[in-house]
T-cell receptor, first 115, second 113 residues
Framework: GDSVTQMEGPVTLSEEAFLTINCTYTATGYPSLFWYVQYPGEGLQLLLKATKADDKGSNKGFEATYRKETTSFHLEKGSVQVSDSAVYFCALSYAGGTSYGKLTFGQGTILTVHP | DVKVTQSSRYLVKRTGEKVFLECVQDMDHENMFWYRQDPGLGLRLIYFSYDVKMKEKGDIPEGYSVSREKKERFSLILESASTNQTSMYLC????????????FGPGTRLTVT
């Protein structure tokens, strides 16, 4: 079956540091890939997405590129802020078939940014 | 803005009790989902529904059931709560046109003692 694996956390950074959170996936088909973010006390919200190989998703200074050859979708940000402290989830989904709309999540990575 | 609300933020129940978790969305979305979130395990899909009266099992349906009598409401039922069902429960919805972006509620933290 499909699965998503994220780097072990928690990740602790100083403000303005460079962020990378690794995500790799195993898929039986050609999924779309997502990063969701969960701020303290809130539900998840979509951060960015990529629907096919070599697509780059970007939002709020975060970027991730869909790499089919390495089955990866690593999240990056050039300069993190304290307000980026949250839990980040990598996920995959399919547009059709019996898995339509269902998300498969990684285990989540806790990010803490200090001033 | 899309709004997904859940009936309680925190809930404490005793082992063996029947527990109802309610989820309501206000954007006329067809698809609704229930997940549980546990540290180190991410989110796992319990049940989902593509339409009123329709339900399908997710990856971990054991010990749970669901009800969808109206389009905007999707209920998760723990028939006889057990301590291993202590968790954060998250509801989500998505329209047919954009199945990828799921809109999440704030979650219900359930403790079973």
């Amino acid at each position: 079956g499909d699965s998503v694996t994220q780097m072990e956390g928690p990740v602790t950074l100083s403000e303005e540091a460079f962020l990378t959170i690794n995500c790799t996936y195993t898929a039986t088909g050609y999924p779309s890939l997502f990063w969701y973010v969960q701020y303290p006390g809130e539900g998840l919200q979509l951060l960015l997405k990529a629907t096919k190989a070599d697509d780059k998703g970007s939002n709020k200074g975060f970027e991730a590129t869909y790499r089919k050859e390495t089955t990866s979708f690593h999240l990056e940000k050039g300069s993190v802020q304290v307000s980026d402290s949250a839990v980040y989830f990598c996920a995959l989904s399919y547009a059709g078939g019996t898995s339509y709309g269902k998300l498969t999540f990684g285990q989540g990575t806790i990010l803490t940014v200090h001033p | 803005d899309v709004k997904v609300t859940q009936s309680s933020r925190y809930l404490v129940k005793r082992t063996g009790e029947k527990v109802f978790l309610e989820c309501v969305q206000d954007m006329d979305h067809e698809n609704m989902f229930w997940y549980r979130q546990d540290p180190g395990l991410g989110l796992r899909l319990i049940y989902f529904s593509y339409d009123v009266k329709m339900k399908e099992k997710g990856d971990i349906p054991e010990g749970y059931s669901v009800s969808r009598e109206k389009k905007e409401r999707f209920s998760l039922i723990l028939e006889s709560a057990s301590t291993n069902q202590t968790s954060m429960y998250l509801c989500a919805s998505t329209p047919v046109g954009t199945p990828y972006e799921q809109y999440f509620g704030p979650g219900t933290r359930l403790t079973v003692t």
